[in-house]
């Protein structure tokens, strides 16, 4: 099973930063076993290019505005057939309905895909994360460990079921 841990967001506009900011964290202390861990910043059209690859499922790490408290995180699983492109893509951005709609064009079959976000407080321009989505820093990495295991782990379950084992 092939798993892409992908951090996302702009580290001069503060709280955007919170997805390469767990990538880095991930990178650091070892990432899951067989999983790719990628931090793309604003490169939208490097992902979308990546998403040609075989790629069994996506967890994509970034700032999230959903209207909770600031370093609140989310688990999102976006219907990716759902989203609509509003704007071009950019190949120095990362609009994620874009990048998916390049990958499309480019003809890239999506994986599943998981969405780990954090409620920022600030998106100004500037670098650093706010007190509370820095503290949010460390369990955004543990879900993503939880995560990446639990996939594995129904891979392997749907594996032994389709050869008779279970």
Request: contains cysteine; charged residues 25%.
């Given at each position: 099973?092939?798993?892409?841990?992908?951090?996302?967001?702009?580290?001069?506009?503060?709280?955007?930063?919170f997805g390469p900011a767990v990538v880095r964290r991930l990178l650091r202390e070892g990432p899951?076993?067989?999983?790719?861990?990628v931090d793309y910043g604003i490169r939208g059209l490097h992902l979308a290019y990546e998403l040609?690859?075989?790629?069994?499922?996506?967890?994509?790490?970034?700032?999230?505005?959903?209207?909770?408290?600031?370093?609140?995180?989310?688990?999102?699983?976006?219907?990716?057939?759902?989203?609509?492109?509003?704007?071009?893509?950019?190949?120095?951005?990362?609009?994620?309905?874009?990048?998916?709609?390049?990958?499309?064009?480019?003809?890239?079959?999506?994986?599943?895909?998981?969405?780990?976000?954090?409620?920022?407080?600030?998106?100004?321009?500037?670098?650093?994360?706010?007190?509370?989505?820095?503290?949010?820093?460390?369990?955004a990495v543990s879900w993503v460990r939880e995560i990446v295991g639990r996939e594995r782990r129904?891979?392997?379950?749907?594996?032994?079921?389709?050869?008779?084992?279970?």
């Amino acid at each position: 099973m092939t798993i892409l841990v992908a951090g996302v967001g702009n580290i001069f506009f503060g709280d955007d930063g919170f997805g390469p900011a767990v990538v880095r964290r991930l990178l650091r202390e070892g990432p899951p076993p067989g999983t790719r861990v990628v931090d793309y910043g604003i490169r939208g059209l490097h992902l979308a290019y990546e998403l040609l690859e075989p790629i069994d499922r996506l967890v994509i790490v970034d700032a999230v505005q959903r209207g909770g408290e600031p370093g609140t995180l989310y688990v999102v699983e976006p219907d990716l057939d759902e989203l609509e492109m509003r704007e071009a893509p950019d190949a120095h951005g990362m609009h994620l309905p874009a990048v998916f709609a390049q990958a499309r064009a480019l003809g890239a079959v999506l994986p599943p895909t998981i969405i780990v976000g954090c409620e920022p407080l600030d998106v100004d321009e500037g670098m650093g994360l706010s007190m509370p989505v820095a503290r949010a820093v460390d369990a955004a990495v543990s879900w993503v460990r939880e995560i990446v295991g639990r996939e594995r782990r129904s891979a392997v379950e749907s594996q032994n079921r389709q050869e008779g084992w279970a």
